[in-house]
């Protein structure tokens, strides 16, 4: 007989939080930009706001394209209700990971710790923003906080993960 993975089980919201490349380095990289905060203590920082809210969340770094998309493209299978996702600088350029989160039902919230909109040109366009719910930028580790509760509305409104044309 199937059985559901022990989280799909478990009667809290599971949200699934991805870190993308290099976002391994925080608390040393760039710290005028990113701060000092490393990516375990935002972890736990999630996992405890996620927590408040009667959620749970699970957190996963990779500096690979396609382990992110492997990610994506499992979370309703693992149990997860909403996934939120800084995409780091694939977030500029990669298809392959905008096609996967336009082509699973979960929905996806895309943070950034600095404000992408006041930087570099380059950093400026999100080929991910159109197909993601919403976008929360600029607001530090904070980011992933607001995008863990955009991400808990989203899952209990069932709206349809693409925009209206
Ligand atoms: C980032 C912004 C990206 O442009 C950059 O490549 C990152 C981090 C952010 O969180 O501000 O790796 O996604």
């Known amino acids: 007989m199937y ?6 089980r478990s009667s809290a919201a599971l949200v699934l939080v991805l870190h993308g490349p290099n976002l391994n380095l925080l ?8 701060g000092r905060t490393t990516l375990a203590q935002i972890d ?6 996620a927590a408040r809210r009667g959620a ?9 394209e396609g382990q992110l998309i492997d ?3 499992g979370a309703a299978g693992e149990g997860f209700r909403a996934i939120v996702i800084n995409p ?19 929905p996806v919230v895309e943070v950034h710790l600095s404000n992408i909109h006041g930087r570099e040109d380059f950093r400026r366009h999100s080929v991910i923003a159109a197909v993601a719910r919403g976008q ?9 906080l607001l995008g863990v509760d955009a991400a808990l509305q989203s899952a209990a409104s ?3 993960s693409r925009r209206p044309r």
Not at 3 to 8: E, F, G, I, N, R
Not at 27 to 34: D, F, L, M, S
Not at 98 to 104: C, E, I, L, P, T
Request: glycine share 10%; proline share 6%; net charge positive.
């Open 71 to 73: 990610w994506i493209q």
């Open 136 to 144: 929360i930028a600029g607001f530090g580790p904070a980011s992933y």
């Open 3 to 8: 059985t559901l993975p022990a989280m799909a």
């Open 44 to 49: 736990g920082k999630i996992r405890r706001h």
């Open 27 to 34: 608390g040393t990289r760039e710290p005028a930009v990113y």
């Open 88 to 106: 780091g600088a694939l977030t500029h350029y990669s298809l392959a990971l905008r096609d996967a989160v336009s082509a699973v039902s979960v």
């Open 158 to 160: 069932g709206r349809p």
């Open 56 to 64: 749970k969340a699970v957190c996963r770094q990779s500096n690979h």
